[in-house]
């Protein structure tokens, strides 16, 4: 009987009641001079190749410099496949290393998602060693036991504050609550991916206020997009789909102003 269950509303209503705040912040940072560049001449080497492509062959290179340009953001290292990267070249490396002062300052753990498991060595390596402290990294290639070793380690041993995490591997039905703040180091197509990672830590079991930090690189596609997502603004009376597809739909202009530089 459907009737003996109580409804879904009034059960959501009591986690929230229990639940305590969730504070979001859009954090901005600058391009390093190397990311301007490599940017740059990325768009440069593209726009030629898609004004000679058409249709599938269009989409595929569109979708392969909205992954370019987004690793040049995260860190020029990701895109060249650089061995010792430094904090310094890239805005956002060193945005994130100021933060985690804070974070570690005031004695609080954090987790930090990105899209990339490149990236996400990239930050494990250059993290670790700045502050001289082991970072967990989570990723889509760990055992089961791997990987309820590592969340395990961090939800009990105080000694590790810091932990990385892919998106597709840490997003949906692990229990984080250790940590009270989160940081998406890139950020997704779709807010609702966004927020299920989120919920791993804003979830039951926290006892704290949750900070959730949202890094987007100033004057880049990062934040021509972020605004298209969050306004859900009808470029050109098209609707926006969850994903980076609707991109690949836009004129060659179109395409050009969402993504050129705007600094």
């Given amino acids: 009987?459907?009737?003996?269950?109580?409804?879904?509303?009034?059960?959501?209503?009591?986690?929230?009641?229990?639940?305590?705040?969730?504070?979001?912040?859009?954090?901005?940072?600058?391009?390093?001079?190397k990311q301007i560049v490599l940017y740059n001449a990325i768009l440069d080497e593209i726009f030629f190749d898609i004004e000679n492509a058409k249709g599938i062959q269009r989409k595929g290179i569109i979708l392969k410099i909205l992954t370019a340009l987004k690793q040049t953001c995260n860190h020029p290292a990701q895109f060249l496949d650089i061995k010792n990267p430094k904090i310094s070249e890239s805005g956002k490396m060193e945005l994130l290393v100021d933060i985690l002062q804070n974070i570690l300052d005031a004695g609080e753990k954090v987790i930090i998602f990105t899209q990339y498991v490149e990236m996400g060595k990239i930050i494990q390596e250059l993290i670790s060693k700045k502050f001289k402290e082991e970072v967990?990294?989570?990723?889509?290639?760990?055992?089961?036991?791997?990987?309820?070793?590592?969340?395990?380690?961090?939800?009990?041993?105080?000694?590790?504050?810091?932990?990385?995490?892919?998106?597709?591997?840490?997003?949906?039905?692990?229990?984080?609550?250790?940590?009270?703040?989160?940081?998406?180091?890139?950020?997704?197509?779709?807010?609702?991916?966004?927020?299920?990672?989120?919920?791993?830590?804003?979830?039951?079991?926290?006892?704290?206020?949750?900070?959730?930090?949202?890094?987007?690189?100033?004057?880049?596609?990062?934040?021509?997009?972020?605004?298209?997502?969050?306004?859900?603004?009808?470029?050109?009376?098209?609707?926006?789909?969850?994903?980076?597809t609707f991109i690949t739909e836009m004129s060659n202009e179109e395409l050009k102003s969402v993504l050129a530089l705007r600094l």
């Fill in 136 to 244: 967990l990294f989570l990723h889509g290639s760990q055992t089961l036991k791997e990987k309820t070793k590592i969340i395990d380690t961090f939800q009990e041993d105080e000694n590790y504050k810091i932990f990385v995490a892919t998106l597709k591997t840490g997003g949906t039905g692990l229990n984080l609550t250790a940590a009270q703040n989160v940081i998406h180091y890139d950020l997704w197509w779709n807010p609702a991916v966004e927020n299920q990672a989120t919920d791993r830590v804003h979830r039951i079991g926290q006892e704290n206020d949750v900070m959730v930090y949202r890094f987007i690189t100033k004057g880049t596609l990062e934040e021509a997009i972020d605004e298209i997502s969050k306004h859900k603004i009808d470029l050109a009376s098209r609707s926006i789909s969850s994903d980076e």
């Fill in 1 to 33: 009987d459907l009737h003996s269950f109580p409804t879904r509303r009034s059960s959501d209503l009591e986690i929230k009641k229990e639940l305590p705040e969730k504070f979001v912040n859009d954090i901005y940072c600058s391009l390093s001079k």
